[in-house]
Nanobody
Framework: QVQLVESGGGLVQAGGSLRLSCAAS????????MAWFRQAPGKEREFVAA????????IYADSMKGRFTISRDNAKNTAGLQMNSLRPEDTAVYYC??????????????????WGQGTQVTVSS
C-alpha cells in the first residue's frame, strides 16, 4: 500500500505559477502509476495529468497541455505538478492518486486505488 500527502497549494493571481508536491510512503512507490485530479465546487473530480511508473510517458487533459507538467522522483518517493499560466477556472482542490495495477497511463479516476487528502488551489482574477 501507499499513502499520499499533497502540499504546495495556495492563492495565486491569474497568470501565476504554483508547484504541487505529492509525498508517498511505502517502499514500492516506484511501481505505482501516478496522476493528478482536481475537483472544483459543485463539479465532479476531473483528470489533470498522469505519469507512468518509470516516468517515461505522460498525458494531460486538453486544457492543461502546455501549462502543466507532471513529474516524479522515485528515489525521493515524490510526484509533482508544475502549474503555469494559471487561470481562475483552475481553482479547485487538487488530488494526487496512485495505483500499481495500471499498465501505462489512465485518465480514469476509478482506476486509482490510492488518493491523497487534497490541496486547495485558488486563482484570483
Amino acid at each position: 500500500q501507499v499513502q499520499l500527502v499533497e502540499s504546495g497549494g495556495g492563492l495565486v493571481q491569474a497568470g501565476g505559477s504554483l508547484r504541487l508536491s505529492c509525498a508517498a510512503s511505502g517502499r514500492t512507490f516506484s511501481v505505482y502509476a501516478m496522476a493528478w485530479f482536481r475537483q472544483a465546487p459543485g463539479k465532479e473530480r476531473e483528470f489533470v495529468a498522469a505519469i507512468t511508473w518509470r516516468g517515461g510517458s505522460t498525458i494531460y487533459a486538453d486544457s492543461m497541455k502546455g501549462r502543466f507538467t507532471i513529474s516524479r522522483d522515485n528515489a525521493k518517493n515524490t510526484a509533482g505538478l508544475q502549474m503555469n499560466s494559471l487561470r481562475p477556472e483552475d481553482t479547485a482542490v487538487y488530488y494526487c492518486a496512485a495505483d500499481r495495477t495500471i499498465r501505462g497511463l489512465s485518465r480514469e479516476r476509478g482506476m486509482y486505488a490510492y488518493w491523497g487528502q487534497g490541496t486547495q488551489v485558488t486563482v484570483s482574477s
